[in-house]
């Protein structure tokens, strides 16, 4: 038994941290249930993310505790060494790995955690690309505790081969027995057929309102500085043209970046003295019903061009009405 420390179990201590490790144990312990008929992991999770019954905070413990403690999965960390954007022979060869299950965590810089079920194109069309220098774990298993981890090991090291396009020749092993990997059936749970119904109204009108779907981000795009410097007046006009658009969107997210970093703060964008003509600044959109980029995009074009003042001729708390 592994010794106790003194503050273990503090986060127990008050009714909100009890009733939050209640709420990640029972979570834990359905997906259990799901994750031993074959189910893979990254299927359950996203399921679980998107319903909103669990909490970007809890994949990693939930992925540590499951696939490490408890069934031993190998596993293989690798930053990229370039970017990837193509994942369709990866897909098709995977697919084929009938007794491996795996499992991919990717660590975007800005959303945390994604999990990928590396058989399902879904998940890499909502990744869209792994930037160079980014951070993924690679699982491999096959859904119980086992002490035969040679091919395992194997399938980690071919399956990052195969993201950088190189030909491998699978081992026979890989391709035999119970396939891993089966469409995740719908969650259902009994209630009376008036109550069910009652959802599906609520739902559909919803639905016609926002649209659902999961948080994701979008490519990167370039954004050229057309002014003869991007100076405190473009910084202005940006500040605002992105104000209105969270004004709108108040669920997205608008990230910038400069020479490969995030800019947090745009005024250094001005204070640096870097950003000249010529230049270009890259933007990005994360959340889930993303909508407006290109509009946005023009927008930041114009802000970045000689003609930024049209967005600075109104009093300085007026929040503009451009989406």
Not at 103 to 116: A, D, K, N, T
Not at 206 to 227: D, F, L, Q
Not at 231 to 250: F, L, M, R, T
Not at 251 to 264: K, Q, T
């Amino acid at each position: 038994m592994a010794e106790t420390k003194s503050y273990d179990y503090t986060g127990l201590s008050t009714r909100e941290g009890f009733n939050k490790s209640l709420r990640h144990f029972k979570a834990v312990m359905s997906i259990i249930s799901e994750f031993e008929n074959h189910v893979n992991l990254a299927d359950i999770l996203s399921e679980l993310l998107e319903e909103k019954e669990l909490q970007q905070e809890q994949l990693g413990p939930i992925v540590q505790s499951l696939l490490f403690d408890k069934y031993g999965y190998s596993y293989r960390s690798h930053n990229l060494l370039e970017s990837i954007d193509d994942f369709n022979g990866l897909i098709s060869e995977v697919d084929k790995w009938a007794a491996v299950d795996l499992f991919v965590s990717y660590y975007h810089p800005e959303l945390g955690l994604i999990p990928i079920n590396p058989k399902n194109p879904s998940h890499w069309e909502n990744i869209k690309e792994l930037k160079k220098n980014e951070l993924i774990v690679v699982y491999a298993g096959n859904f119980e505790k086992t002490s035969n981890s040679k091919i395992f090991d194997e399938a980690t090291k071919l399956f990052i081969d195969l993201l950088y396009g190189k030909r491998i020749t699978a081992p026979l092993s890989f391709k035999k027995g119970r396939k891993t990997t089966v469409k995740k059936p719908a969650r259902t749970k009994e209630t009376p057929k008036a109550v069910k119904e009652e959802k599906a109204e609520k739902k559909e009108a919803k639905r016609e309102v926002k649209p659902s779907g999961k948080r994701r981000m979008t490519p990167m795009y370039s954004i050229p500085v057309t002014n003869e410097l991007f100076h405190n007046g473009n910084v202005e006009a940006w500040k605002k043209i992105i104000q209105s658009y969270k004004a709108k969107y108040p669920d997205l997210d608008v990230y910038i970046f400069y020479e490969g970093e995030r800019i947090h703060d745009i005024n250094t964008l001005f204070k640096w003295g870097k950003v000249k003509h010529g230049s270009a600044i890259l933007i990005s959109v994360a959340g889930e019903n993303i909508k407006d980029v290109a509009k946005l995009q023009r927008y930041l074009k114009q802000g970045a061009s000689p003609m930024f003042e049209a967005f600075l001729r109104f009093p300085v708390n007026t929040v503009l009405n451009l989406f």
